[in-house]
């Protein structure tokens, strides 16, 4: 049932990036930070993934701190029966996650829970109005914004044993007291062929990446 949402997902995405094209691509400056949108292809093979070592499963509650548009939490609660929740402080970026989720529900795309809330991820209150603590969230992701205040906040509030994605980064030992204990490094050999290899290296291993390298960690609260 999840995997036929995929399509159904990427071209709800990759129509609305198309609209956006003249105004040079879905991209807006928020008060505290840019929403710039993650790659669904290559977010699809990182996430099957942690899937497929154990690091999330049904029972995971997953976080994309700072959501923009909501594709992110489409993807994870789309693709697989993870409840998500995505926390946006930009109220019309807000709106409009919970807008294409709907509307991609709509469309008869399948999507286990998924909701947003409009705040700062950094704020206890964001939560708690809703009814929700951050500290029952055992992944926590986030697309290099404001980064290092969310690893701390993971580090500083969350239960030993949670997780903190990072996409778009280098690997840092020690990133606000995580411990970085994979990173992997998402490859689309050729771009007429729209396959991801995840090449996954353990995190006290630190290979040398370039500048077009993209990556994502695995960071622990231990
Ligand atoms: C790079 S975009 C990523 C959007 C989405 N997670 C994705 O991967 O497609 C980062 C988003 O985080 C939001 N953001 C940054 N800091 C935030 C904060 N403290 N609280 C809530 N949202 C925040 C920005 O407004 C922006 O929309």
Partial sequence: ????????IQNYFDALDKAEGPRGGPYKRTEVGQFVPSP????????????????IDESSRFLDAGCGDGRVLALISGMHPIKSLGVEYDLE?????????????????????????????MDDETYSKHGVR????????NYINNQRDIAAKVFN??????????????????????VLERN???????????????????????????????????????
């Avoid at 990182?46 to 690091?55: D, N, Y």
């Avoid at 709106?95 to 700062?120: E, K, W």
């Fill in 184 to 222: 992997l490094e998402l490859i689309q050999e050729d771009p007429e062929v729209p396959d991801i290899q995840v090449n996954d290296v353990a995190g006290d291993v630190l290979p040398i990446y370039g500048p077009d390298d993209f990556l994502m960690q695995l960071y622990r609260k231990i």
């Fill in 134 to 141: 951050f500290q029952e969230f055992d992944v926590v992701f």
């Fill in 157 to 178: 509030e969350s239960p030993s044993g949670t997780s903190f994605w990072l996409l778009g980064a280098f690997p840092v030992p020690g990133f606000q007291g995580l």
């Fill in 93 to 121: 970026m807000a709106n409009r996650s919970s807008r294409n989720l709907d509307r991609l529900t709509g469309l008869g795309a399948h999507l286990a829970s998924a909701a947003v809330i409009h705040g700062d991820f």
């Fill in 1 to 8: 049932m999840y995997d036929n949402n995929f399509a159904l």
């Fill in 40 to 55: 669904l292809l290559y977010l699809r093979a990182a996430f099957a993934h942690m899937l497929s070592l154990g690091e």
